[in-house]
Nanobody, 123 residues
Framework: QVQLVESGGGLVQAGGSLRLSCAAS????????MGWFRQTPGKEREFVAG???????ADYAGFAQGRFTVLRDAKSTLYLEMNNLKPEDTAVYYC?????????????????WGQGTQVTVSS
């Protein structure tokens, strides 16, 4: 059974930092593109950042560039380091993986999803 399990969410003040983790099990994702999405109530899930399994090239949404860093280790554990957090970053953050190792910001192209972890940034 394939599982992606996120952790590391929580409550933080504006300007603070959090590090999210996503542990994969049930199959190897070493040759799969993995990414982070986020969703707030009433809105569609949006791409935050992602990273290739091969060359490790990373992609970021505009709002994440310069503040967030996406990383992965040899076991395909995915991380999202978030700095200078803002209240508008409050959302449920999801880890996702797709079969291809190519970047794609569309959630429909991802086959595997975690259950999500809540990030709340207070002002």
């Amino acid at each position: 059974q394939v599982q992606l399990v996120e952790s590391g969410g929580g409550l933080v003040q504006a300007g603070g930092s959090l590090r999210l983790s996503c542990a994969a099990s049930g199959r190897t994702f070493s040759a799969s593109y993995m990414g982070w999405f986020r969703q707030t109530p009433g809105k569609e899930r949006e791409f935050v950042a992602g990273i290739e399994g091969g060359y490790g090239y990373a992609d970021y949404a505009g709002f994440a560039q310069g503040r967030f860093t996406v990383l992965r280790d040899a076991k395909s554990t995915l991380y999202l380091e978030m700095n200078n957090l803002k209240p508008e970053d409050t959302a449920v953050y999801y880890c996702a993986a797709r079969s291809s190792d190519e970047f794609d910001a569309s959630e429909s192209s991802y086959s595997y999803w975690g259950q999500g972890t809540q990030v709340t940034v207070s002002s």
